[in-house]
């Protein structure tokens, strides 16, 4: 599914309100909500909006249970980790008790060792079924989502939830979650927005299938939902925009 908004502004508000949503729902089944945030820029204005006054009381942050759909492995200090920028736009003006924060980063183990440990914490927190009440997303220019970049051989993991491998072009380790791990999820949002993702989001949802390419077209949930949330600018090649 895909909803196409007339600017960001709109498109957040969207996205704000499937979070809160999507959050009272689960509090109100399961006694917890469990989300993976994105990194990048892409989330940022969400994040601002969810701290708000207008937002904050909305959720019962306590009840919130916070993990990562990717990581750069980067330190906390480094302006490149989406664990510090998630807290300076969201987390450090809500609530959430902080044992309930799972950082996609350890400096006490490697990437591909963490990334163990991390798919372990998700079975204890978030149960076996590894199934999210809601994972967000965003889409990189070149269609790749959370760390399945193109043409790297995470895009054929069927087993591992959690991965991490050295991204030769970035110089550096990224950690992320897999795709069979993404399809659980009860709820997945990409948020995609703006002239750079047109090409992009095009070939990810009217062209063809070819994931090595476009990753982000590994994206096929089980039982839960999938919805693009973009921008008339982003959409502007898409047929059902026309």
């Not at 163990?116 to 994972?135: M, W």
């Not at 090409?199 to 990753?215: H, I, K, S, W």
């Not at 096929?220 to 502007?236: C, E, H, R």
């Amino acid at each position: 599914m895909i909803q196409i908004f007339e600017n960001t502004q709109l498109l957040t508000e969207a996205a704000a309100a499937l979070f809160v949503d999507t959050a009272k729902k689960a509090i109100a089944e399961r006694g917890k909500f469990t989300v993976a945030l994105t990194g990048g820029s892409s989330p940022i204005a969400l994040h601002k909006l969810l701290a708000s006054a207008a937002y904050r009381e909305l959720i019962d942050w306590q009840k919130v249970f916070v993990f990562w759909g990717d990581e750069r492995w980067v330190p906390f200090e480094d302006e490149r980790s989406n664990t510090t920028m998630a807290f300076e736009t969201l987390l450090n003006h809500v609530p959430i008790p902080k044992e309930q924060i799972y950082a996609m980063y350890s400096e006490t183990a490697t990437p591909v060792e963490y990334a163990t440990q991390y798919e372990e914490t998700i079975k204890a927190v978030v149960g076996e079924d590894g199934s999210f009440d809601l994972i967000l997303l965003g889409m990189g220019d070149d269609g790749h989502t959370a760390s399945l970049f193109p043409h790297t051989a995470v895009l054929h993991e069927d087993k591992k939830w959690v991965d991490a491998y050295y991204l030769e072009p970035q110089s550096m380790y990224r950690i992320t979650l897999t795709a069979p791990l993404i399809n659980k999820a009860k709820n997945i949002a990409v948020l995609t927005f703006g002239e750079k993702k047109t090409n992009a989001l095009y070939e990810v949802l009217e062209g063809a299938r070819n994931v090595e390419e476009y990753p982000s077209q590994l994206l096929n949930p089980i039982n839960g939902t999938l919805v693009f949330l973009t921008d008339k600018v982003a959409a502007s090649k898409l047929n059902i925009s026309k």
